[in-house]
Structure formats: structure tokens, C-alpha cells
């Protein structure tokens, strides 16, 4: 008797118990969802330069500059391209007025200038860069292209093949002619938009070719892929040029580096050492130097600018 009525306690005692967890549960989820609604969970507190930049971006000028942006294979936002440019000129201005000892406003112009002109290069060096990428794998877009018409595709289709299994800058180079054929453009005039795009020497002779095969006809697989093997010989030997030409590529840079550095330190150890520079004598000097300097860059880039 006793042992019944000790198990019937403990069984309404568990029941009470699961009873009051299962509330406690509930209650718990209903403040935890009331809470998250309230700090609005999953959304990131934005600063206020965030919230500019991203009104920034909205604007004509900003949508000009991403496609200069992304012309120059440059994955930067325009508020970002911006913001390191901010960032960029600061710096300069700091290391020049307390490294070097340079008066604010003799280091407020040259840090406009270096910025310029770095910014100037940048945007040269990373267009080439992205077209010599494309030129890297116009080899293997010739041997997709052949197999593909050797397989009893089209050139459309090989051309929309490309658009998949190539990588970047390429994938979406022939995604966008890919897209253009889609809409029914003619083939000549979407090949030529490619041309222009890119404007490389090789290019101009893969759209040659391209064009003159979908015109006259012929076996388009032989032609492809005797291309494909002539550009992989070529960029055998411009790598093997490049290697050879290197240490006075790096000379060139070299060059305009070491005199400014060395004023600039020279200026750090002797006060005012700077100041004969912008007389009217020192002003020439200074022009010359440049003009110098300038012509010495390009002339040794000239040199060692092998064409195969």
C-alpha cells in the first residue's frame, strides 16, 4: 500500500514536473524570438561611411567608375576604390611632413602627384594584366573550340562551351558574346565587339579566323588547332624573353626610386635642404631631372619591349 501510493506521488510529481518544463520551454522561445525581433538579429549594425558608400555607389559617377573599375580588373567597389585612395593619401602625407621632414604644402602636392600617377599606372597595369591573362588562354580556348566543331557542334555551341568550362577574364568575355549570339546579333558584328573589347594581336587573328571559316567554310578543327599549338610556342618564347629581360625591366624602376629617396633622406638629415629646389634655377634643374628620369623609364622599357 505505502509502496503504491509513493509511485502514484512520484509519477503526478513527473508529470507536474514535464508539465512546468515544457512552459518553461515555451515561455523561453516566446522571449527569445520577442528579444531577436528587437536587436533585429541577423542584420549587421552599418557605420555611416558604410551607408555613403553604399549611396556612393548608387550614382552615375559611380557606375562610370566600376566599369572603369572592372575594365581594369580591379574587384574594388567605387567607395572602396575611393576609400583606399583616401587612405593611400594620407599616408604618403604623413610619411613625407614627419619621416622626411618635407613642409605641409611642398608634401601636399607631391603626395597629389605620387598618388596620380600610382593610380595612373595602376589602372594601366591591371588592363594589361587582365589582357595578357586572356591572351594566356586563348591556346585552350582554340583546342575547346576545335574539339567541340570536331564533335558536330556548331560555333555557337562552342562558343558557349568556352563560356563554362573557361576561367576568368575568358568566362565572361564569351558569356557576354555567347549571350549577344543568344539574342540574335550577327555573328560578325558580336566577334568585332569582342575584338574591340580585348584589342590584342592575337585576338585580331583568332577573330580573323573566326570570321573567314564561318564565311568560306573549311575544316575549322585543323585550323583551330594548328593555332592553339603556334600560341603555346609563342608563349614559350615570350616567357623565355621576359626571364632574359628581367633585371632590366627592374632596372627601369629602379632608376626614378633611388634619387628621390635620396633627397628625401638628405632632407631629413640637413634642414632646408629642399629649399634651393624651388628658386628659379633649382625649378629648372628640378624639370630637367624629371624629363630625364622620365625618358630614361621609357627608353629602357622601349628596349627590353621584345616583340615576337
Not at 575584338?195 to 570570321?211: G, M, S, V, Y
Request: hydrophobic fraction near 50%; charge should be positive.
Amino acid at each position: 500500500m505505502i509502496a503504491a501510493t509513493v509511485t502514484a506521488i512520484a509519477t503526478i510529481l513527473l508529470v507536474f514536473g514535464f508539465y512546468n518544463l515544457l512552459g518553461y520551454r515555451k515561455e523561453k522561445r516566446e522571449w527569445r524570438k520577442k528579444t531577436h525581433q528587437f536587436y533585429r538579429e541577423g542584420e549587421r549594425r552599418k557605420s555611416v561611411l558604410v551607408i555613403w558608400g553604399a549611396k556612393f555607389d548608387q550614382t552615375e559617377t559611380a557606375k562610370e567608375m566600376e566599369k572603369t573599375l572592372l575594365d581594369a580588373n580591379i574587384p574594388f567597389t567605387p567607395s572602396e576604390f575611393i576609400g583606399a585612395l583616401i587612405v593611400a593619401y594620407m599616408g604618403l602625407l604623413f610619411v613625407l611632413y614627419n619621416i622626411f621632414n618635407v613642409s605641409i604644402v611642398i608634401a601636399i602636392v607631391i603626395s597629389l602627384l605620387l598618388l596620380e600617377g600610382a593610380r595612373r599606372m595602376l589602372f594601366v597595369m591591371r588592363k594589361n594584366k587582365r589582357r595578357q591573362i586572356l591572351v594566356d588562354q586563348l591556346p585552350e580556348i582554340c583546342r575547346l573550340l576545335a574539339n567541340s566543331t570536331r564533335s558536330g557542334m556548331t560555333l555557337n555551341q562552342g562558343i558557349q562551351l568556352v563560356a563554362k568550362e573557361m576561367t576568368e577574364p575568358a568566362k565572361s568575355e564569351f558569356k557576354n558574346l555567347a549571350h549577344e549570339l543568344s539574342l540574335g546579333i550577327d555573328f560578325g558584328n558580336a566577334i568585332r565587339a569582342l575584338e574591340k573589347r580585348i584589342d590584342n594581336k592575337e585576338f585580331h587573328l583568332f577573330t580573323a579566323t573566326l570570321l573567314i571559316q564561318k564565311r568560306a567554310g573549311g575544316n575549322l578543327y585543323m585550323v583551330l588547332d594548328e593555332m592553339s599549338n603556334t600560341l603555346d610556342e609563342r608563349k614559350l618564347l615570350k616567357q623565355e624573353i621576359k626571364t632574359l629581360t628581367a633585371e632590366q625591366r627592374y632596372i627601369s624602376y629602379i632608376i626614378p626610386v633611388i634619387p628621390i629617396f635620396l633627397v628625401l633622406m638628405m632632407n631629413n638629415v640637413v634642414d632646408g635642404f629642399l629649399d634651393p629646389l624651388f628658386s628659379g634655377i633649382g625649378l629648372l634643374l628640378f624639370a630637367i631631372f624629371a624629363s630625364g628620369t622620365v625618358a630614361t623609364f621609357f627608353i629602357v622599357r622601349k628596349i627590353t619591349n621584345i616583340r615576337v
